[in-house]
């Protein structure tokens, strides 16, 4: 068993599969670390140190989605990508496609991905900062999967010329105004800037979404299909959620209405004015 690091580096991982192949070795044969944790039972084999014979040819549309399913963490990361790589370079096309099981994996993957980098677009929440010399906006994010460099593009043409910032546990962004700086690594002064930023307009936020969530049209799955409620927790509105669904399924569902309106008395409108 030939034990290999990539360091969660796609680039990286290419170079090595790309040895792999030209000596024909066997996906069976290689384990990747997974987020640095090598395999338990795989061996010290070392990669050979010098070009194999067999010149694998690949179509460059494999190499674009194993680029994008390389951003998946989880188990067998990159053993998975080199076992379709294997079966594409030597004839069989069917690893690529959702019918065929291995096929199914390396897809489903591929969308996890997509819907996480939807997710970025949609919950990002930045925060005004007072005029500086640094960022204009900041916010925090937990992705469950590398897609901060490459979701976080979308918002260079949405923000004009403003500074932003994007931190998230495992790595961050910062767009100067010209170019887009991803680090690995999330300096701390990022996390701790985009954790304790304070929003001036918290309260004015809280209070229009309490006032425009409909109870009488609450599905919770349905919400929660749209809005994970792994989400909640970093969003200003987060902590009014869990009520608000409590206090749909105890009446207020029935009345359609907040209680602040519903207890309003309402005006009489004289038959004259109604007749014109």
């Known amino acids: 068993m030939i034990s290999l690091d990539c360091d969660d580096l796609f680039d990286t991982w ?12 066997d996906p069976s044969r290689v384990s990747w670390a997974n987020e640095g944790v090598a395999d338990l039972f795989a061996s010290d084999n070392e990669l050979p140190e010098t070009q194999g014979p067999y010149q694998a040819r690949v179509p460059r549309a494999l190499l674009d989605t194993l680029e994008r399913a390389a951003r998946y963490r989880g188990d067998q990361r990159w053993s998975l990508l080199y076992e379709v790589l ?3 370079s030597h004839g069989d096309r069917s690893a690529m496609l ?4 291995l096929g199914s994996e390396f897809n489903g993957r591929i969308k996890q991905v997509q819907h996480e980098s939807h997710h970025l677009h949609a919950f990002v929440r930045f ?18 999967h590398d897609i901060l460099r490459s979701a976080s593009e979308h918002f260079i043409g949405r923000m004009g010329r403003h500074r932003w910032l994007i931190a998230t546990p495992r790595d961050g962004v910062y767009y100067d105004g010209e170019q ?40 919770p799955k349905v919400m929660q299909g749209h809005l994970p409620a792994r ?13 608000l669904i409590t206090q749909a399924r105890t009446g207020k569902q029935q009345d359609g209405q907040a209680i602040g309106i519903k207890g309003r008395g309402g005006k009489r ?4 004015i109604i007749g014109g």
């Open 14 to 25: 290419r170079t090595q599969a790309r040895w792999l192949l030209s000596h024909g070795v």
């Open 269 to 272: 409108i004289s038959a004259r």
């Open 180 to 219: 887009l700086i991803h680090q690995r690594q999330c300096p701390l002064e990022w996390q701790q800037l985009a954790q304790n930023v304070e929003d001036p307009h918290s309260d004015m936020w809280l209070t229009y979404y309490s006032h425009i969530f409909n109870p009488a049209r609450l599905n």
């Open 98 to 101: 959702a019918g065929d099981k």
């Open 86 to 88: 294997w079966r594409v």
């Open 231 to 243: 989400f909640w927790k970093n969003l200003p509105e987060g902590p009014l959620i869990p009520g």
């Open 127 to 144: 925060v005004a900062l007072p005029e500086n010399d640094g960022p204009h906006y900041v916010a925090w994010y937990e992705p469950a």
